[in-house]
T-cell receptor
Framework: EAGVVQSPRYKIIEKKQPVAFWCNPI?????LYWYRQNLGQGPELLIR????????DSQLPKDRFSAERLKGVDSTLKIQPAELGDSAVYLC????????????????FGPGTRLTVL | DAKTTQPPSMDCAEGRAANLPCNHS???????VYWYRQIHSQGPQYIIH???NNETNEMASLIITEDRKSSTLILPHATLRDTAVYYC????????????FGQGTRLTINP
């Protein structure tokens, strides 16, 4: 079974430029998460989707960040314009159907996209 | 904020058991203890979870104290590939709750 796929794995941009990250969750997983991980810290949730609906975006900096999950499958996270402080690893995760209990709630993470803003 | 406290780093010899402690004194009755680990340049990986009974799977064992205020993750025969940051997380098991990661424990397995 294929895991969570993310691309690109690495991205280097200059500040004020736009950038986008793509995530393909595990097939059949209805819940998708975007996390940001700063150097030396644990990941922090940015946004969570249940199917195509964003149900928790309280930690997403909406002035410059946007996300979408078309058709409830793939998702894209965008930053425009990027700032120096956005340098981090952006992780995507998915879970099968958390409403059904602990056996369906495990989150599977992709390898992440390491963003460097110069 | 994370609801758990873990030592920032630990060392263990290859082949020995690695015992990683976690304090979660404010855990609620409906919250489970989850463990994830993150190997360098990879995303976090689920290891095990439990409510109040000890649990074991192919990766590890989880020992939860009777009062549920602390737990220990045990890797019975650590290998070099177990070198990673280990995160202890408490959360309700049902519903799409976000994972609240703390600083974790950086475990180094030495040859």
């Amino acid at each position: 079974e294929a895991g969570v796929v993310q691309s690109p794995r690495y991205k280097i941009i200059e500040k004020k430029q736009p950038v986008a990250f793509w995530c393909n969750p595990i097939s059949g997983h209805n819940t998708l998460y975007w996390y940001r991980q700063n150097l030396g810290q644990g990941p922090e949730l940015l946004i969570r989707y249940e199917n195509e609906e964003a149900v928790d975006d309280s930690q997403l900096p909406k002035d410059r960040f946007s996300a979408e999950r078309l058709k409830g499958v793939d998702s894209t996270l965008k930053i425009q314009p990027a700032e120096l402080g956005d340098s981090a690893v952006y992780l995507c995760a998915s879970s099968l159907d958390p409403s059904r209990g602990p056996s369906y709630n495990e989150q599977f993470f992709g390898p992440g996209t390491r963003l460097t803003v110069l | 904020d994370a609801k758990t406290t873990q030592p920032p780093s630990m060392d263990c010899a290859e082949g020995r058991a690695a015992n990683l402690p976690c304090n979660h004194s404010t855990i609620s009755g409906n919250e489970y203890v989850y463990w994830y680990r993150q190997i360098h340049s990879q995303g976090p990986q689920y290891i095990i979870h439990g409510l109040k009974n000890n649990e074991t799977n192919e990766m590890a064992s989880l020992i939860i104290t009777e009062d549920r205020k602390s737990s220990t993750l045990i890797l019975p025969h650590a290998t070099l590939r177990d070198t990673a940051v280990y995160y202890c997380i408490v959360r309700v098991a049902q519903g799409a709750q976000k994972l609240v990661f703390g600083q974790g424990t950086r475990l180094t397995i030495n040859p």
